[in-house]
């Protein structure tokens, strides 16, 4: 027979017990920066434990305006809109190059994405970062009974808390990785706008170019044009032969097509500029400079030290590297705290129960798939090693492309510069000699579409040779600093 001192001695530990837990309970949920809602208020709003038929039939209200917020709602489709951008371009001269490549890059979709990505990529940490905090858990469960022809209303509230305590760094290594990925974003935004930037400088250059070679074929039109009518003339006077004239219309059928096939080129060139540049009123296209480059062993270690590719490759590493010792600690044990309390709404203190403990999980077989995960990984580590040296590779030949193509179309340049000129001499001196009459008509016109050959021969390579200036520029230096572009993210 158990006494009435202890019997009365078990009530007074079971109550305290439940105080106890309830306040441990709150305490945690403010450790963890969560605030426990007031769940529970109403269920100790009863100063009795014995509830009359008064209250019986009050009882349903006593708990209506908690639930009244699971009751079904349709969740409403949210739309997630996202602006087009429509940026504002200066004139496009060399004084404002920096100007119109910056906003290229602030308003192109890839770099707006990119910017989003790294947003996203910092909200991952925090959710990683949350299993480090307290969790707490609440349930409500209400109904009416039915027994010996009386209706019964019950309701139950429970609620958990667990927190992790320890598990061999698991957590840590995982909050490691998305750190490390929410770096490896921000140098994909980098790599973004860099790529966004020297596209820029690509289609802006390639339209100067086609509107220059435009203007040659128009110019050699425009000469040529009078000196085919005067061989048709002589033709019908009688004093050309037909080889002669059929000459003169192959060459000047050339212009023509050429002419036909740059017109082409222009539109395809004005479309793709304004990718980039929408907008833009191309009117006001100037061309740009030959920047200023390094060669040799200079140009190779400046690459290597900023290329955003490799730091991005090195930051993938890291990631997976962590996660990899993420899988290895979860083959030991880890540790955590969990505790209970559940109160029915009547005989609260009486009939309410309480836990509080230690939890220790250890997984002792799981067939094999946690140490198959770990070795695919280390493979995984290791092929994205082997990436970054090709990635080394792929540089080191496209600086050494670059620069040879730099050196190329430099020489190109100053041949076909001297071209130009010789063939301006000889254009000039056939039209002179023309009015002696020791030159052809024939011999002008060939001299015309001589020269025009040439002209489109300079302004290639001199547009060659600025492209090649801004690749070397863009793997030694990069493009988008100098700009002023400041991601906003």
């Known amino acids: 027979m158990i006494e009435k001192s202890e019997v009365w001695y078990l009530k007074v530990f079971q109550n305290k017990s439940i105080l106890i837990l309830t306040s441990l309970l709150l305490v945690g949920c403010q450790t963890s920066d ?42 409403k489709d949210e739309e997630i809109k996202v602006s087009r951008s429509n940026p504002t371009f200066k004139a496009f001269n060399q004084s404002n190059i920096f100007y ?18 790294v947003k996203s990529a910092k909200q991952n940490i925090k959710t990683v970062e949350s299993g480090k905090n ?10 009416v009974s039915r027994e ?25 290594n995982t909050v490691v990785s998305q750190e490390k990925r929410y770096q490896l974003s921000k140098v994909q935004a980098e790599i973004a706008a860099e790529t966004v930037a020297l596209r820029g400088y690509e289609v802006w250059l390639n339209l100067h170019r086609q509107k220059k070679v435009m203007d040659v074929y128009s110019d050699g039109l425009a000469l040529a044009e009078p000196i085919l009518g005067q061989i048709k003339n002589i033709s019908l006077s009688g004093l050309a032969d037909k080889a002669m004239i059929l000459k003169a219309q192959q060459d000047f059928s050339k212009l023509e097509l050429a002419n036909s096939r740059s017109s082409a080129e222009l539109a395809a060139a004005e479309a793709l500029f304004g990718d980039i540049f ?21 140009a190779k270690k400046a690459m290597f030290k900023q290329a955003a590719v490799l730091r991005a490759q090195d930051l993938l590493v890291s990631a997976f590297e962590a996660e990899f010792k993420t899988l290895k600690a979860q083959k030991k044990a880890n ?20 836990n509080v403990g230690i939890l220790v999980n250890y997984v002792f077989n799981d067939g094999g798939r946690l140490d ?53 001499e000889v254009r000039d001196t056939s039209k002179d000699q023309l009015v002696s009459g020791r030159s052809k008509v024939q011999e ?46």
């Open 34 to 75: 969560q605030k426990l809602p007031n769940m529970l208020s109403s269920l100790f709003e009863s100063g009795s434990s014995q509830i009359s038929e008064v209250n019986r039939k009050k009882e349903p209200k006593l708990f209506g305006g908690f639930f009244d917020q699971f009751k079904h709602q349709s969740i």
């Open 100 to 117: 119109n490549i910056e906003t290229a890059i602030q308003n192109h979709p890839s770099v707006q994405g990119a910017n989003f990505n």
């Open 134 to 143: 307290t969790q707490v858990n609440f349930q409500a469960l209400s109904g």
């Open 148 to 172: 010996n022809q009386k209706n019964t209303f019950g309701a139950l509230g429970s609620m958990n808390i667990s927190r992790l305590l320890f598990d061999y760094g698991a957590l840590d």
């Open 278 to 298: 929408p907008k833009g009123n191309i009117k006001t296209l100037e061309g740009l400079n030959v920047r200023r480059i390094m060669q040799g062993a200079a």
């Open 335 to 354: 540790v955590s705290m969990s505790a209970g309390l559940t109160a029915p709404a009547e005989n609260t203190i009486k009939d309410g129960s309480a």
């Open 372 to 424: 198959s995960q770990i070795l695919g990984l280390k493979e995984k580590i290791k092929e994205l090693k082997f990436q970054r040296q090709n990635i080394e590779k792929e540089l080191e030949s496209q600086l050494k492309v670059a620069i040879e193509t730099y050196i190329g179309t430099q020489k190109t340049f100053n041949t076909a510069l001297e071209l130009v000129n010789l063939s301006k």
């Open 444 to 489: 002008v016109l060939n001299a015309e579409v001589t020269l025009a050959e040439n002209k489109i021969q300079l302004v290639n390579a001199e547009v060659e040779l600025k492209l090649a200036s801004y690749r070397i520029r863009a793997l030694t230096h990069g493009l988008t600093k100098e700009t002023g572009w400041k991601p906003f993210y």
